[in-house]
């Protein structure tokens, strides 16, 4: 009786910590996936095995739902949840395809901030102080040795709920690092704004890869 007691009080205790932390990340997605836009400014960076900076970049990023534009200084990237754009700036080149579900992980905040839902072992939230705010810190491990990280963390700032930065470990021990700020919610986008229109670009040169 004793044996069974402890090992429920063992998995009672191990089963709050993921169920703290899926309610914290499921506040923070269903609040993205309902606006009707937002607009905020993002920093990726891949670090090497040393922590040296390999690859960097910035821009801005405008959300509805699984519809997104990212906007960096060489290109333009829009996705109207079936079909995806990227303008190469300095080439004045268009590709236009039907991305992957995987694909579209790797650029579209919403399905970035919603990995956590399949195949992934949540540990408990921890409380940190990150760029001067106050964040719910929560670590993921693939449930399955197979996926594409090893481990990804995710800080929520803890008054706004918002997502303020994301740390990918893939299986080689690099690192990509996404910086979230400057979150603005008041938004209303429409359709349009996650469309490429040529009347904007007569001149570029569009491959179709669909």
């Keep these: 009786m004793c044996t069974i007691a402890a090992l429920l009080i063992a998995l009672f205790a191990h089963s709050q910590p993921s169920a703290e932390a899926r309610a914290?990340?499921?506040?923070?997605?269903?609040?993205?996936?309902?606006?009707?836009g937002i607009r905020l400014t993002f920093r990726a960076a891949t670090l090497g095995t040393d922590r040296s900076k390999q690859l960097?970049?910035?821009?801005?990023?405008?959300?509805?739902?699984?519809?997104f534009r990212l906007e960096?200084?060489?290109m333009i990237i829009w996705f109207d949840g079936t079909t995806q754009w990227v303008l190469m700036k300095e080439v004045n080149e268009v590709n236009i395809s039907h991305p992957s579900g995987q694909e579209i992980a790797s650029?579209?905040?919403?399905a970035l901030l919603g990995i956590y839902q399949n195949g992934y072992t949540l540990k408990a939230p921890v409380t940190k102080t990150l760029n001067g705010k106050s964040v719910y810190l929560i670590g993921m491990v693939p449930a399955v040795g197979n996926g594409a990280y090893k481990a990804v963390e995710a800080a929520i700032d803890k008054i706004s709920h918002t997502l303020v930065q994301v740390t990918l470990t893939l299986r080689d021990g690099t690192k990509q690092v996404i910086?979230?700020?400057n979150y603005n919610a008041n938004h209303n986008f429409t359709d349009s704004e996650?469309?490429?229109?040529?009347?904007?670009?007569?001149?570029?040169?569009?491959?179709?890869l669909r």
């Design 24 to 36: 914290l990340l499921d506040k923070t997605y269903a609040a993205v996936e309902a606006s009707k």
């Design 56 to 67: 960097s970049m910035e821009g801005v990023a405008f959300i509805r739902g699984n519809k």
């Design 72 to 74: 960096t200084r060489n």
């Design 107 to 110: 650029v579209s905040p919403l």
């Design 179 to 181: 910086e979230l700020s």
């Design 194 to 208: 996650f469309q490429f229109d040529k009347t904007h670009y007569p001149h570029a040169e569009i491959i179709d």
